[in-house]
């Protein structure tokens, strides 16, 4: 077709280079070339086209992407492995707040190559405790997640675990939420007793707070009494029962339902003969357990002395008593710090720590 009018002709020239222009814009692929002349191209299908930095982003309203690996004439290939976590969201658990959980979470593997550089990422409350997928991935592994909670509440606290690797195209990003909820800590409920003269007493009070779980908050008290397995009747009146009962009725309103007396306070109470009637009670526990009724705290109809039937241990199951005691003495030092660690070992292993 020719045009006699050379304005028109050129106006059409500049039109149809303009349209070209745009074009080419549109739909070309702009790329950056790496040493081992190769990129990455992203393809994102959608109902639009466009360009940016070295990405050909196509979307269709399904928001599928599929990423390539591409050389320098724009021939592209798929990654050669895929690792992906199964579901998008984990519940790690529930657990006592300044308590740890733990939850193993899958990883699926597929393809035909090893997956490298492979990385896991958190954030507090949650963190990544081991993992059996390594670096370099060719079988399906796992990454155990560990929980400590921040708050307690019904919403629970939500975070989100990120997996990095190198699928044998590029860095490759797959990210799954995590859950987990807070339970009231009934360590508030405790009440830790040791003796104030014995430095061995006040060591291990130490090292069961430094190394049994979610003990931080628990209650303590530090009495001046004698050291050693055996105590008179009027010491132990005066020097164990008396500053116990009277920080227990200053602070009824913890609820304090367990009392735990170190090593070096005396359990048994001296100056009974072998011919005192059975009912003469030479236990420091259970005297403690009794001392309300002994004090005419409660009236006797209202106490409970059944204290070891099969039944579990409360306040409304034994009622007056003031409280379950218990000794912490192993025999030794050592071997208390012994007992402390298979503690914590045991609460680190259980599903749902308490």
Not at 125 to 148: D, E, L
Not at 258 to 281: A, C, H, K, M, W
Not at 291 to 301: E, H, I, Q
Not at 333 to 347: G, R
Request: hydrophobic share 40%.
């Amino acid at each position: 077709m020719k045009f006699s009018n050379p304005k028109l002709s050129l106006f059409l020239a500049v039109s149809l280079c303009v349209i070209l222009a745009v074009v080419v814009t549109v739909f070309s692929v702009r790329v950056s070339w790496d040493p081992n002349n190769r990129t990455v191209a992203q393809i994102m299908f959608a109902d639009y086209a466009s360009i940016d930095d070295g990405q050909f982003i196509n979307t269709y309203p399904d928001s599928r992407i599929e990423q390539v690996e591409c050389d320098r004439n724009i021939n592209c290939r798929s990654p050669k492995v895929s690792l992906k976590f199964e579901g998008k969201t984990v519940d790690i658990g529930s657990v006592a707040a300044g308590s740890r959980i733990t939850k193993s979470i899958p990883v699926a593997y597929a393809g035909s190559a090893v997956a490298t550089n492979v990385s896991f990422t958190t954030a507090a409350p949650f963190s990544v405790m081991s993992t059996t997928c390594g670096t370099k991935v060719r079988s399906n592994c796992t990454v155990t997640i560990g929980y400590i909670p921040t708050t307690i509440d019904a919403a629970g606290q939500v975070g989100t675990l990120t997996m990095r690797y190198y699928n044998g195209s590029y860095m490759d990003t797959k990210v799954i939420t995590l859950t987990g909820k807070g339970l009231t800590n009934d360590f508030s409920k405790v009440l830790l007793v040791y003796n104030t003269n014995s430095s061995d007493s006040v060591s291990l009070k130490n090292y069961y707070l430094s190394k049994r779980p979610g003990v931080a908050p628990i209650n303590t008290l530090g009495i001046a009494t004698t050291v050693g397995e055996n105590i008179p009747l009027a010491d132990f009146e005066s020097t164990i029962r008396t500053p116990i009962v009277n920080w227990m009725q200053a602070n009824s309103s913890k609820g304090v339902k367990y009392i735990i007396l170190v090593r070096d306070i005396p359990s048994r109470i001296s100056g009974f003969s072998d011919n005192e009637p059975y009912q003469t009670v030479r236990s420091v526990q259970t005297r403690l357990e009794s001392a309300k009724r002994d004090l005419s705290l409660v009236p006797l109809s209202a106490w409970s002395f059944e204290l070891y039937s099969a039944q579990p241990y409360s306040p409304a199951t034994y009622p007056g008593t003031l409280a379950l005691v218990t000794h912490l003495d192993m025999g030794s030092v050592a071997a208390t710090k012994a007992y402390i660690d298979k503690l914590a070992l045991v609460h680190a292993s259980m599903t749902t720590p308490n």
